[in-house]
């Protein structure tokens, strides 16, 4: 059984983060969300324009045209930057969102690596933190 020593036990709305700390990860994953989709829109512009950026190598396992690509990185940049803005807001639907976009944003560079590998393990790296900043404890706090 849990103790909670110190504090006044009553029914609250919302949610706040159980530290400052927790607070300061979740701003920290919104703006690595924002920026991290306004790159991918970049990086999905760059790819469907067919830009010398991007080296098509032949005869890997998940083989797919670098303009299907494209818009998959566009398509998913845009969603990440909108989620990083609500974020910002605190809507109480991004972080979940939020999660759920990173995880499709790991998957997606994964299957980028053979194009750009170097850029895709970064933001698979700051996926992952996006997602443990997000799913920070939390606790319920008054809102009223």
Do not use: K
């Not at 029914?11 to 991918?40: D, H, K, N, Q, Y």
């Not at 512009?45 to 890997?60: L, S």
């Amino acid at each position: 059984m849990a103790s909670n020593v110190g504090s006044t036990h009553r029914p609250r709305a919302g949610w706040e983060a159980e530290s400052t700390w927790a607070t300061g990860w979740t701003v920290a994953a919104a703006a690595l969300m924002t920026f991290g989709g306004i790159m991918a829109i970049f990086q999905g512009i760059a790819a469907i324009a067919q830009d010398d950026v991007f080296v098509t190598t032949r005869n890997f396992t998940y083989e797919f045209s670098l303009t299907g690509w494209g818009w998959v990185h566009l398509i998913l940049g845009a969603l990440v930057t909108a989620a990083g803005l609500a974020l910002f807001r605190g809507a109480p639907w991004a972080r979940a969102v939020g999660v759920a976009l990173a995880g499709l944003s790991m998957i997606a560079n994964f299957v980028w690596l053979p194009y750009y590998p170097v850029w895709s393990i970064a933001l698979i790296i700051i996926d992952g933190f996006i997602i443990w900043a997000l799913c920070a404890p939390r606790r319920e706090s008054s809102t009223a």
